[in-house]
């Protein structure tokens, strides 16, 4: 079955990203297919490949890369929350006129359009969040 | 169309619980993951209500999700059923759509 993940809430807050993550393995792992992760609201600061989080507890952003690696997921970030909450690629932080990028490898940014998609073309959307 | 309900919040802290059992169909489910599963426990004042729901309607907990809790199986109220990931990913497949209550 195909089925499509939305993240509303960023890393370390509750478990969200962290749910959506083991639930993302599992269904893989069953022969699902993974049709896109949306991070939506807070869960774009998943996103951020400049955490730093302390080298015995779990790396969100990086367990994400790998697993996009391994399956190539389609991990998209809502462009108007990267916006306000200062997640850039490097495409857009020419546009803004900004110094620097912080998205993580494997993730790419893209608009709300996304996730209609998403609705529209999984078989289900689990969502996970706050 | 059948709906799993996904309740993520401890019926201590909000209604989430309460709120969905107000407007769930005959043929819906309840999955109690993360703090959810508080609701689940035994002895406490929401057990009535889980013990009411499991009644009509079928109701899980997200096994990982207790253990992470130190919440033992057997200290669950009767009639709940235990679910790992795997389980968590049948019952959304099995549902015609979840419906999170965040």
């Known amino acids: 079955m195909k089925l499509a993940i939305q993240i509303n809430e960023g890393p370390y807050q509750h478990q969200a990203s962290d749910s959506a993550y083991q639930f993302t393995r599992a269904a893989l792992a069953k022969g699902h297919e993974i049709f896109r992760v949306f991070l939506y609201h807070d869960g774009v600061n998943n996103a951020t490949r400049l955490a730093v989080p302390p080298q015995d507890d ?4 990086q367990q994400w890369t790998q697993l996009q690696k391994e399956h190539e997921l389609d991990l998209v970030v809502c462009i108007a929350a990267a916006q306000r909450r200062g997640l ?28 209609i998609e998403a609705g529209i073309e999984a078989d289900r959307l689990v969502v996970f969040g706050d | 169309m059948s709906t799993l309900h996904t309740i993520n919040k401890s019926p201590f802290d909000r209604n989430s619980l309460g709120s969905c059992l107000r407007v769930i169909s005959d043929s819906d489910a309840i999955l109690l993951i993360e703090d959810g599963i508080y609701a689940a426990t035994s002895g406490t004042i929401f057990s009535d209500v889980v013990k009411a729901a499991v009644q009509s309607h079928s109701v899980y907990v997200l096994g990982p999700d207790l253990s992470a809790r130190g919440m033992k199986e057997d200290g669950i109220v009767e009639g709940v059923n235990v679910v790992d990931y795997e389980g968590f990913v049948d019952l959304v497949t099995e549902y015609d759509k979840t419906n999170s209550w965040l």
């Open chain 1, 58 to 61: 779990r790396n969100i952003t």
């Open chain 1, 88 to 115: 850039l690629d490097e495409d857009e932080a020419k546009r803004q006129g900004k110094d620097a990028n912080n998205i993580a490898e494997g993730f790419r940014i893209s608009g709300l359009g996304q996730l």
